[in-house]
């Protein structure tokens, strides 16, 4: 199955989780104790969302980025970025890690020069496997 398929199926698999538990939520209201129990799924990536530190100085940032590009380009080529984003509503940067503790993903990204200059912080978000998708393998 190609990239595209699986992505095509997995939006429909969870279009169709969502879309039964909104329609079953909406008809009847069950109390907590009566909702099916959602697994618990593991951390697979964190999400990390740069933005300018309260620190920030702007002229302190352009001597350093060219050894920020190629640290961030070493992490990406170690396999520890998986996705790299610039954002779009103000400055900063939004990386996917393939990382499964938010502390390790603190600790790695708190080496790259801007973080180190206090220019640079990010908030971290680990993310999981859908837990609705559990209902379907019931």
Request: overall charge positive; charged content about 15%; glycine content about 6%.
């Amino acid at each position: 199955m190609n990239i595209l398929s699986r992505v095509n199926a997995a939006a429909f698999i969870a279009a169709s989780v969502l879309s039964f538990t909104s329609r079953a939520g909406a008809q009847t209201a069950l109390p907590p104790s009566a909702a099916p129990a959602m697994r618990t799924t593991p951390t697979t990536r964190i999400l990390a969302i740069g933005h300018l530190a309260p620190t920030f100085r702007p002229g302190v940032t352009q001597p350093i980025m060219p050894q920020e590009v190629r640290d961030t380009v070493e992490l990406y080529l170690n396999g520890k970025i998986s996705e790299w984003y610039v954002r779009k509503d103000k400055p900063g940067v939004v990386f996917i890690l393939d990382l499964t503790d938010v502390e390790a993903a603190r600790t790695l990204l708190g080496t790259l020069p801007l973080a180190k200059a206090g220019q640079l912080e990010f908030d971290l978000i680990p993310l999981g496997p859908l837990a609705p998708l559990s209902i379907l393998t019931r």
